[in-house]
């Protein structure tokens, strides 16, 4: 089963893939993880990646989905991945190298996410590139939902709540018993 979780930066939507993917005996790729990998690398594709997650701006669509083409084809994912960070835009869902069988949505309010990423004190988690990363998630990866909806694969999921209790949600509406 190849799923994507999907939601702003700081909806908690890695630590959930984590935690299905464990339940599921799948792997897990963030594609953030990756980005941040490559921008450590001295390349141009290192320095491209690098001024943009500064910026709090994204990845452009063909990096990105070379990056995934990648990635995805690795022999450790063919019998299902977890998949979050990718894809940020409709163009990027439609083009992806792999076709999802559910994508799950995690719905949590702006306010939460900056006070949650804050805390966080990430390098790139300054309170201004927060807000660009919130402004680009609702004007580039909110259009992805309808697209997911229309597919019937989609689950919306409160991401508000304790990271326990997100969990029992998720278990619960993909019927997954609480072993």
Known sequence: MNMVVLGSPGSGKSTQAKLLAYKLGLPHVSTGDIFRDIEQQTSDLGARVKELLSKGQLVSNEDTLEVAKQEFSKPQYQHGIIVDGFPRDLFQAQNSPLNFDQ??????????VVGRLLKRGREDDSEAVIRQRLKVFHEQTEPILN??????????????????????????????SDE
């Open 147 to 176: 697209w997911y909806r229309s597919q019937g694969i989609l689950m919306e999921v409160n991401g508000e709540p304790t990271e326990n209790e997100i969990f029992m949600e998720i278990c619960q509406k993909l019927h997954l």
């Open 103 to 112: 994508a799950i949505y995690f719905k949590v309010s702006d306010n939460t």
